[in-house]
C-alpha cells in the first residue's frame, strides 16, 4: 500500500528494498512550477545511525560514489541527515538489477543471448575503468576498488541502461573507513581469490568478478556454488574454471578464451585493466556479422522479460499520482490552517515551512473544476482581514525599528558568516555553543558574527577537538580538521606454574618473567603470548583487550618428552667410544600438515606458509604448530614431537569447528 511521507524536502512514496543496514524507497523531489524528479532515498537503519563506524562508511560511499559522474554509474544527488536519520539521494533506474533478471530469465526460459550478455559486461566495464581510472580535484589516483561486483550491484533499465551501484564496501585513497588485510567484505561467491584469501587487493580484483559474472550470464549456471559459505570461499580460492563452451555450444572459442583470461588465479595472469578487457570484448562482439547488439535491442529484451511487471507498475503510477496529490493537498490545508491560527493569536509559534513544495495541482494529475480552481497557484484563496492587518502591523514594526536603528540595526539584522567544517575521518558530531548541529561533512553552517563561538568535534574512538572562533559578517570559512585517535589500552596479567617463565610477545621476549603484568596493550589487537620455561613445553595463546580490560592466563606448563639426542650423548660419553671430534649429530624427521579449508602455519613462532604443508624437515624434538585462518580468525596450536627419520601428520577442519 502506498503511504507518502515527508522527509526534508523529499516525498517518500514507497518502500522498495530493504536490506540488512538500511532501506531504499522511491521518492519525489518537488518544486515550483510543476518541478518534479524521482529518485531513490537510501536511510540507514535506526539502530545503526548510532554506529559511528557505520555511519563512516555510509558517508564515505556517498562521497566516492558522488565523485563518479559517468552514464553506467547510479548518480548521487544529495547526502544528508534529517532528525538523526541519515540518507543518500540517488538517481531512481527504472528497471531491474542482473540477479532478478537472471531469475525471471530462468522462470520463462528466455536466457540472455551471448550478444546480449556480453553487452552487459562491456557497459559495466565501462563504468569500472572509470572509477578505477578517477583522480581527485590534484589529480591524484583516487584507487578505487568497488569490492562487491555482484548481480546485485548491476542494474539494468527497461531503457536498455547499464548501470553499476553500491560503492558501500568500495575501497579508496580517501575513505576514512579504512579496511585491514584479511578481514573480509563482498559476497563470497563473486569474490577473487585473493579477496577469498584476505589479501591486499588492488583493482583487478574486480575484474576477476565482472569474470564470474559474465560466465553465468553466457552458461546460466552458478560458477562458484557450494552448500556453505565456507566451502565456497575454498572454491573461489582455488578458482578452477571449465570452459564456459561446455555448458553452451553456442559460445565461439574467441570468448571461450576472453572468459578464462578474466578469470585466471593470478591477478598478473589476468586483464590488467578494465579497458583492456572491455576491448577484447567489444573487438569479439563488433568484429563479428554474427553478433551484435546495442541498448534498444537490451530495452526491446527486458521490457518482454517483465511485460506483465511494466504492465502492473503503469497501474500503481496513477495509484501513486493520486496519493501523492491528496497527500500535497492534505499538507497544503494544514499550512494554511496553521497561518489562520498565526493571524489570530500572534504569539503562537510559526509553522514549519513547506517551502519548496508545489501545490497539488503542480503534480499534473488532473482533478474535478472546483478542485482545481481551489489549490490552483493562479487563483489563491484571498487571506482573510485579520491577516492582513497582522502582516501590515508586523511590517510596519519593522520598518519602524529598522528607522530608529538605522544602518546598525541594519547590519544587525545580516551580521552572519558560513561556516563549513569537515574531519579526517568524516563523520563527527558538530557542536556549536554546546547545540548539536550535525556530523562533518558539514556545509554552509550560518553562525551570527562579532562573537566568539566554542566548536566541539566529537568521535568515538577519537579525542575530543576544540576550538573558538570569530568571524567577521559575510565571511565564508572552510576548516578540515584532522582527528587524533584515542589511545584505548588494556593489560594482562600472566602467571604460570612453575612460576619464573619467559614471556614472549609477538615473538619478542619481555623483561618480565612471570608472574608478571603486561600494560599498555592496544585494544582491539590481537596479541600471541607464548610461555617458556626450560625443560617444559611452551605454552601459547592469542589474545585480544579491550579498552580497560584486564586479561588473566594461567599456564600449566607440560614437562617435555626426553630428546633422544640426550641419549645418544650419554652413550657416546663411555670410556669404550671416546667421542668424536667435530659437529654434533643432528637429527631430523619430517611433518605434513593439511587444513580446510586453508590456513597460515607458524611452526615454533615462525611463519612456513600456508597450507598445504608437505613433507617439512624439522629438527628431533618438541615443536609447536600453529594454525590460524585470518577470514574465520580461528586458530589451532598443537605440541608435537619430532622422531628421527618419522612423519609426523596434523589435519584440522576449520568449518567444522566453528
Keep these: 500500500m502506498i503511504s507518502p511521507q515527508l522527509f526534508g524536502k523529499y516525498i517518500l512514496i514507497d518502500k522498495v528494498a530493504v536490506g540488512g543496514m538500511a532501506e531504499i524507497y522511491k521518492a519525489k523531489a518537488l518544486g515550483l512550477g510543476g518541478f518534479e524528479k524521482t529518485l531513490a532515498i537510501k536511510k540507514i537503519l535506526p539502530h545503526f545511525a548510532e554506529n559511528d563506524e557505520f555511519v563512516t562508511m555510509f558517508i ?29 539521494a540517488m538517481e531512481y533506474v527504472y528497471g531491474r538489477d542482473l540477479r532478478a533478471s537472471l531469475r525471471m530469465a530462468e522462470k520463462k526460459g ?36 568497488h569490492r562487491d561486483i555482484s548481480p546485485q550491484n548491476i542494474l539494468i533499465s527497461f531503457e536498455g541502461e547499464v548501470k553499476l551501484t553500491d560503492f558501500g564496501i568500495a575501497k579508496a585513497t580517501s575513505k576514512a573507513s579504512q579496511t585491514q588485510a584479511g578481514v573480509l ?66 559460445i565461439p572459442n574467441a570468448l571461450d578464451r576472453i572468459v578464462l583470461k578474466a578469470l585466471k588465479k593470478k591477478p598478473e595472469q589476468r586483464y590488467q585493466h578494465a579497458l583492456d578487457f572491455q576491448e577484447d570484448l567489444t ?30 507498475d503503469q497501474e500503481r503510477l496513477k495509484e501513486e499520482n493520486r496519493v501523492v496529490t491528496e497527500f500535497l493537498r492534505q499538507i ?24 519548496g513544495l508545489p501545490t497539488p495541482s503542480a503534480t499534473g494529475e488532473e482533478h474535478e473544476e472546483d478542485s482545481e480552481a481551489a489549490y490552483s497557484p493562479e487563483a489563491p484563496p484571498r487571506p482573510s482581514f485579520l491577516r492582513q492587518m497582522t502582516t501590515a502591523f508586523l511590517l ?73 572562533l570569530a568571524l567577521k559578517k559575510r565571511m565564508k570559512i572552510e576548516k578540515t580538521i584532522h582527528l587524533s585517535r584515542t589511545p584505548e589500552h588494556g593489560s594482562a596479567e600472566i602467571d604460570s606454574e612453575p612460576p619464573g617463565a619467559e614471556i614472549f610477545l609477538d615473538g619478542k621476549l619481555q623483561p618480565e618473567k612471570t608472574p608478571a603484568r603486561l600494560d599498555r596493550l592496544v585494544a582491539g589487537r590481537r596479541y600471541a603470548i607464548q610461555i617458556r620455561y626450560p625443560g617444559y613445553l611452551p605454552f601459547h595463546e592469542t589474545i585480544e583487550v579491550g579498552k580497560g580490560e584486564k586479561k ?66 624439522l629438527a628431533v624434538g618438541p615443536h609447536t604448530i600453529r594454525l590460524y585462518h585470518p577470514i574465520f580468525k580461528k586458530e589451532r596450536v598443537f605440541q608435537v614431537a619430532i622422531r628421527e627419520g618419522k612423519n609426523e601428520e596434523i589435519t584440522w577442519d576449520f568449518v567444522r569447528s566453528k
Design 60 to 88: 564515505d560511499e556517498a562521497k566516492i560514489a558522488g565523485q563518479l559522474n559517468h552514464a553506467n554509474i547510479v548518480q548521487i544527488f544529495d547526502l544528508g541527515e534529517i532528525n538523526g536519520d541519515y540518507f543518500i
Design 110 to 145: 528466455k536466457p540472455f543471448s551471448i550478444e546480449q550478455a556480453v553487452y552487459i559486461i562491456i557497459e559495466t566495464l565501462k563504468a569500472l575503468d572509470f572509477a578505477h581510472r578517477k583522480k581527485d580535484s590534484k589529480n591524484r589516483a583516487l584507487n578505487i576498488i
Design 185 to 250: 567484505k563482498g559476497k563470497f561467491a563473486y569474490m577473487s581469490p585473493e579477496q577469498a584469501s584476505g589479501k591486499r587487493l588492488d583493482q583487478r580484483s574486480d575484474l576477476f568478478s565482472v569474470g564470474i559474472l559474465l560466465y553465468e550470464l553466457l552458461t546460466g549456471t552458478r560458477l562458484f556454488l557450494a552448500k556453505t559459505d565456507f566451502a565456497t570461499l575454498e572454491l573461489v580460492r582455488e578458482a578452477k574454471v571449465e570452459r564456459p563452451s561446455k555448458f553452451n555450444k553456442k
Design 283 to 312: 573487438r569479439f562482439l563488433y568484429s563479428s556479422s554474427t553478433f551484435s547488439l546495442d541498448k534498444l535491442n537490451l530495452a526491446a529484451y527486458m521490457q518482454e522479460l517483465f511485460a506483465e511487471t511494466i504492465q502492473e
Design 332 to 355: 497544503e490545508a494544514e499550512r494554511r490552517q496553521q497561518a489562520i491560527e498565526l493571524s489570530s493569536n500572534p504569539q503562537t509559534p510559526a509553522p514549519q515551512s513547506w517551502e
Design 396 to 468: 510596519s514594526l519593522l520598518i519602524t525599528s529598522l528607522f530608529f536603528l538605522g544602518q546598525k540595526g541594519y547590519e544587525y539584522l545580516n551580521r552572519t558568516a558560513s561556516l563549513s567544517i569537515d574531519t579526517d575521518p568524516t563523520g563527527a558530531q558538530v557542536f556549536l555553543n554546546k547545540q548539536r548541529k550535525g556530523r562533518t561533512p558539514l556545509y554552509n553552517l550560518q553562525i551570527p558574527t562579532r562573537m566568539h563561538h566554542l566548536i566541539h568535534l566529537q568521535k568515538d574512538g577519537y579525542e575530543t577537538q576544540h576550538f573558538k
Design 552 to 617: 588473566r592466563i594461567r599456564a600449566h606448563l607440560q614437562s617435555a618428552p626426553p630428546r633422544r639426542e640426550k641419549a645418544l650423548a650419554r652413550s657416546v660419553a663411555s670410556p669404550a667410544a671416546p667421542p668424536k671430534r667435530g659437529k654434533p649429530h643432528q637429527a631430523f624427521g619430517r611433518i605434513n600438515i593439511q587444513a580446510n579449508p586453508w590456513a597460515q602455519v607458524f611452526i615454533d613462532d615462525e611463519k612456513i606458509g600456508n597450507t598445504p604443508i608437505t613433507d617439512h624437515r
